[in-house]
C-alpha cells in the first residue's frame, strides 16, 4: 500500500509541476498557484507516508 501512496504522491507532484509551468507560460497566474498547491499536497502525502515507514521500523524494533 505504501508505494502505491508513493506512486500517487509522486504523480501529484508532476501533475503540479506540469499545472505550474503552464500557468508561467500562459501567464495565468491562478493555474500556476495550483499547480503550486498540488506540489505541496504531494509533499505533504510523501511526508506521511515517511512517518508511517518510521512508525513502521520503530515497532519492529520493539
Known sequence: MAAE???KATA???EGKVQE????LSGNER??????????QAKAMH????????????????
Open 47 to 62: 511526508e506521511q507516508e515517511n512517518l508511517k515507514d518510521d512508525a513502521k521500523k520503530f515497532i519492529d524494533r520493539a
Open 12 to 14: 501529484k507532484n508532476l
Open 21 to 24: 509551468v503552464v500557468g508561467e
Open 31 to 40: 493555474q500556476k498557484v495550483e499547480g503550486k498547491v498540488k506540489q505541496m
Open 5 to 7: 501512496d508513493r506512486i
